[in-house]
């Protein structure tokens, strides 16, 4: 049984205003999924963008290897995203037409212990809505707090 990785991208859910979910599968090299494995991973300023019909997630930063001899791959680089064709349409239509964007939310492995990626389409959030998040947190940790005390 493999130990499950989840990579979050915390910073999302604040910025961004989550529309809709897909689980994607990535193109990895050897040395990236043993990477991902030991959890030497980050997606926290990473997006999605289309290039010729394909998605690609962008900026996400995957750390060398330790012990990879040769053939390491580099940190920073473009890497493939997988998923059906109708829903890379849906997507790349959404994306064109109403101006959103597609931003990773959490990467991990499944049960077999392959790597997957979370992405939402998003809608970036205003500053408002930023402080009525931050408004709706600090309630429900203040209510936490009283429940723990009676």
Not at 89 to 107: C, H
Not at 108 to 114: P, R
């Amino acid at each position: 049984m493999q130990k499950t990785i989840n990579i979050l991208n915390k910073r999302a859910r604040f910025d961004y205003e989550i529309l809709d979910r897909y689980t994607a599968g990535i193109v990895l090299a050897g040395s990236e999924i043993k990477s991902i494995r030991l959890g030497k991973a980050s997606i926290a300023e990473s997006f999605c963008e289309f290039q010729n019909g394909e998605l690609f997630v962008i900026n996400s930063n995957i750390e060398e290897y330790a012990f990879s001899r040769n053939f390491g791959h580099k940190a920073k680089s473009e890497r493939k995203l997988l998923l059906n064709r109708r829903e890379l349409k849906s997507l790349e239509k959404d994306v064109q037409a109403k101006g959103l964007a597609i931003i990773p939310l959490k990467m991990f492995t499944n049960e077999k212990g392959i790597a997957k990626l979370e992405i939402g389409l998003c809608r970036g959030k205003k500053n408002y809505d930023k402080r009525e998040s931050m408004k709706e947190r600090d309630t429900k940790r203040d209510i936490d707090r009283l429940k723990k005390m009676y």
